[in-house]
């Protein structure tokens, strides 16, 4: 089936550090990939829908310049979390779906992030 | 963002038991997907549905699209303890002129099965 892989799986770093997460498709091609965070015990809450060679798209109350997106081929798209917080610790996962229409999302393992 | 009423939240069940969860909208969906998560992983895809009325078998697992396009259900057939973990109905392609892409999750069941 498809393979989505996610790295690293898990970050711990200090207050103000940037931690970039990779998202990528490994046997099919992704114009599209999603970002989710999950808090604990709850569902996932996307944050941005990522365009291969255009500008992601942000959901209502997700802050662009806090969570850059760059999804630069049909295989690869980046999550940068900038000068991060202890706030922003929160398990990340990306989705991503082949070219096809109606094709289902399928899900990479996720980044455990914290934030000291 | 819109959620859908997944239920029941939770479960505790013997082994060998039979299982069913389902999942309500106000809107109508194109595409009903079933996934799992266990701890620490990201969901895995169990069962995805296209076509209203569609009922789709994966091993032990049943999923049917209902007529209404509002509304789905998995059944789970004698449970076994590796069943444990988090179900998550999910809504794909509201026709509401959102993305034909976006996942509308439900909240989620917790399974859990005593051997």
């Known amino acids: 089936g498809a393979v989505v892989s996610q790295h690293p799986s898990r970050v711990i770093c200090k207050s103000g550090t940037s931690v970039k997460i990779e998202c990528r498709s490994l046997d099919f091609q992704a114009t599209t990939m999603f970002w989710y965070r999950q808090f604990p015990k709850q569902s996932l809450m996307l944050m941005a829908t990522?365009?291969?060679?255009?500008?992601?798209?942000?959901e209502q109350g997700v802050e662009k310049d806090k969570f850059l997106i760059n999804h630069a081929s049909l295989t690869l798209s980046t999550l940068t979390v900038t000068s991060a917080h202890p706030e922003d610790s929160s398990f990340y996962i990306c989705?991503?779906?082949?070219?096809?229409?109606?094709?289902?999302?399928?899900f990479g393992d996720g980044t455990r992030l914290s934030i000291l | 963002g819109q959620q859908l009423n997944q239920s029941p939240q939770s479960m505790f069940i013997q082994e060998g038991e039979d299982v069913s969860m389902n999942c309500t909208s106000s809107s109508i969906f194109n595409t009903w997907l079933w996934y799992k998560q266990d701890p620490g992983e990201g969901p895995v895809l169990l069962i995805a549905?296209?076509?209203?009325?569609e009922l789709t078998s994966n091993g032990r697992l049943t999923a049917q699209f209902g007529i209404t396009r509002k509304d789905s259900f998995l059944n789970i057939s004698a449970s076994i303890p590796s069943d444990v973990g988090i179900y998550f109905c999910?809504?794909?392609?509201?026709?509401?002129?959102?993305?034909?892409?976006?996942?509308?999750f439900g909240k989620g069941t917790l399974l859990t099965v005593n051997p």
């Open positions: 999910a809504g794909q392609g509201d026709n509401s002129g959102g993305s034909n892409y976006k996942l509308t």
């Open positions: 549905l296209y076509k209203a009325g």
């Open positions: 989705s991503a779906s082949s070219t096809a229409p109606g094709q289902p999302q399928h």
């Open positions: 990522s365009n291969e060679g255009s500008k992601a798209t942000y």
